[in-house]
């Protein structure tokens, strides 16, 4: 697995025949994958300190001035190894040198590898936002190393196989019933390469029809506009729970309405709700908390309304349809329902 990582990234530097390498990681990042950095003939490896703080104008300044400093030109190639964080900051700081140098992505994450590394969508945080500043930059590719993701926790790996069930469902049926049959923290490195470079070109079919979220790529957040209110409730009750879980759970919520409005078979809602009851975690909420997750789900970036909600519902599985109408009460009845197909 790792040599064929090896010469994956080998032949995309062969196809872009940059003028200099530059590789780009985190303080953790750089002792697990130290094998592969050694291995890429690169000027040299800008490390910069693990966490989301380092999201920040600070470290895209320090990144910016070692390219700079190292000589790095437009013909070059700036390599980001590493979670969302690492490909997050270097292909915003791969969009704005001089105007715009080449990037790739390899990704050591689950959640990287099938969403966040992918697509083009670079930035930071600013004044306590999240993504606040940013751009769309493509990679090259992204990559992904599978055998790093023995590696991570369990909630990690939960949180990035939310987005693989997001992408299945709005892009096949086959793929989405082989998925829900599947652990997922039982799934081997090969199986696991096949479902990210699935995510993969999934995800850069309808980029590459929208890059820039004007229409079709609005599908992309299926499941995350309940995801975000929860996510977002959690954080408020100092209870936190990671992005692609909460984008798990949100995808219920829009199974239900799917169901109610677009009349979604409902043996897809109950089959989905089994497995998100087997694999994972219920949060704390009740039906006193729904003033709460209207008033976040209505401050979502990706919101356009004031007294209806914008949601990606799906016709039928891999049928999706994105900016449709979600009043309140019909948004408390699917919590409803959700908390009934969840056992509270």
């Known amino acids: 697995m790792q040599s064929q990582l090896r010469d994956e990234i080998a032949a995309t530097i062969a196809d872009a025949s940059p003028d200099r390498i530059f590789i780009l990681t985190d303080s953790n990042v750089a002792e697990i994958e130290k094998s592969l950095i050694d291995s890429i003939k690169a000027e040299s490896t800008i490390?910069?300190?693990?966490?989301?703080?380092?999201?920040?104008?600070?470290?895209?300044?320090?990144?910016?001035?070692?390219?700079?400093?190292?000589?790095a030109t437009r013909r070059s190639l700036l390599i980001c190894i590493g979670g969302g964080m690492t490909t997050d900051i270097g292909g915003f700081a791969a969009a704005i040198f001089k105007r715009g140098i080449r990037h790739m992505n390899v990704a050591t994450t689950l959640l990287g590898a099938v969403d966040a590394a992918v697509g083009g969508k670079t930035g930071i945080d600013f004044a306590g936002l999240k993504n606040e500043i940013g751009a769309f930059h493509m990679p090259l590719t992204t990559l992904a190393d599978t055998l790093s993701f023995a590696s991570l926790p369990d909630a990690e790996l939960l949180s990035g196989f939310g987005e693989v069930i997001k992408t299945a469902m709005i892009s096949d049926?086959?793929?989405?019933?082989?998925?829900?049959?599947?652990?997922?923290?039982?799934?081997?490195?090969?199986?696991?390469?096949?479902?990210?470079?699935?995510?993969?070109?999934?995800?850069?079919?309808?980029?590459?029809?929208?890059?820039?979220?004007?229409?079709?790529?609005?599908?992309?957040?299926?499941?995350?506009?309940?995801?975000?209110?929860?996510?977002?409730?959690?954080?408020?009750?100092?209870?936190?729970?990671?992005?692609?879980?909460?984008?798990?759970?949100?995808?219920?919520?829009?199974?239900?309405?799917?169901?109610?409005?677009?009349?979604?078979?409902?043996?897809?809602?109950?089959?989905?709700?089994?497995?998100?009851r087997a694999h994972y975690p219920q949060l704390p909420f009740t039906c006193a908390d729904y003033a709460d997750i209207w008033r976040l789900t209505l401050h979502d970036k990706k919101n356009a309304g004031k007294d209806t909600l914008n949601f990606v519902l799906l016709s039928d599985i891999g049928a999706p349809l994105y900016d449709r109408p979600v009043s309140r009460p019909l948004l408390e009845e699917a919590l409803d329902i959700y908390q009934e197909l969840q056992g509270r």
């Open 173 to 276: 049926a086959d793929m989405t019933a082989h998925l829900l049959n599947l652990d997922p923290l039982s799934i081997n490195p090969e199986e696991m390469s096949r479902i990210c470079r699935f995510c993969r070109d999934c995800k850069n079919r309808v980029v590459d029809k929208d890059p820039t979220e004007k229409g079709l790529r609005k599908i992309l957040n299926f499941g995350h506009t309940a995801g975000h209110a929860l996510e977002s409730l959690m954080l408020e009750r100092r209870h936190p729970v990671a992005h692609g879980t909460a984008v798990a759970l949100g995808i219920l919520v829009s199974l239900i309405l799917s169901n109610i409005q677009l009349h979604l078979p409902s043996a897809h809602v109950s089959a989905y709700a089994r497995w998100l």
């Open 47 to 71: 490390i910069i300190p693990a966490g989301e703080e380092s999201k920040s104008i600070a470290t895209l300044t320090s990144i910016l001035s070692q390219l700079s400093a190292s000589g």
